[in-house]
């Protein structure tokens, strides 16, 4: 069985610092990683995916995250936070027999102050 | 990328009555589809499986009679939940997986906001 763990329900930064959204993951297979966010009565926006090729991905406005199967961890960063970057952020955890088929994490909500 | 229609985005209905949601590939065709339901600041918890020309797979917990799952062709999906209480209430979400390009990404459609009153 695969599950995901998002560590913090809720991430508030300045605007301008350091993004970090932490994510864990377990697997039994090796995994298909995913980032997606939500905005507010909304569906949800791929931000980036891991398939296996290379362990730090990158993704849209900015963000990207690194695979550590050592630690078994997928952290989503983003070095300047911007207002716009306030939502709710997914991650999710798939393998490819289930392509398409996603655990998902908590979810993290993310509050960017001026 | 792929898009999915989902439709309606917001509904109303009476307790008691049963309300159809749709689920669209546009761009692509979709043997697979999925649906979820989102409660209010919660994460998304998967209800079914919808395999094109056969039965969905539902998960652990669902009641397939309450949420009827149809997957009549390659680009569309339907969701009806049957006789609508107010514990139905939610954010529904489907996702289709594209089979064209090796089904390692889902896209989401834009959700849809029930309200039973």
């Known amino acids: 069985a695969q599950s995901v763990t998002q560590l913090g329900s809720h991430v508030s930064v300045s605007e301008g610092a350091l993004v970090l959204l932490r994510c864990n993951y377990s697997?039994?297979?090796?995994?298909?990683l995913f980032w997606y966010v939500q905005y507010p009565n909304q569906g949800l926006q791929l931000l980036l995916k891991?398939?296996?090729?290379?362990?730090l991905v990158k993704g849209i406005n900015g963000f990207e995250a690194e695979f550590k199967k050592s630690e078994t961890s997928f952290h989503l960063t983003k070095p300047s936070a911007h207002m716009s970057d306030a939502a709710e952020y997914f991650c999710a955890v798939s393998d490819y027999n289930q392509g398409g088929k996603l655990i998902f994490g908590q979810g993290t909500e993310l509050s960017v102050k001026p | 990328g792929a898009v999915v229609s989902q439709h309606p985005s917001r509904v109303i209905c009476k307790s008691g009555t049963s309300v159809k949601i749709e689920c669209r590939s546009l761009d692509f065709q979709a043997t697979t589809m999925f649906w979820y339901r989102q409660f209010p600041k919660k994460s998304l918890m998967l209800m079914a499986t919808?395999?094109?020309?056969?039965?969905?797979?539902?998960e652990q917990g669902v009641e397939k009679d309450k949420f009827l799952i149809n997957h009549a062709s390659l680009t569309l999906s339907t969701l009806t939940v049957t006789s609508a209480h107010p514990e139905d209430s939610s954010f529904y979400i489907c996702?289709?997986?594209?089979?064209?390009?090796?089904?390692?990404?889902?896209?989401f459609g834009q959700g849809t906001r029930l309200t039973v009153v």
């Open positions: 919808s395999n094109e020309g056969s039965k969905a797979t539902y």
């Open positions: 697997s039994s297979v090796p995994p298909y």
């Open positions: 891991y398939t296996s090729a290379a362990t």
């Open positions: 996702s289709a997986r594209d089979a064209g390009t090796g089904g390692t990404e889902a896209f």
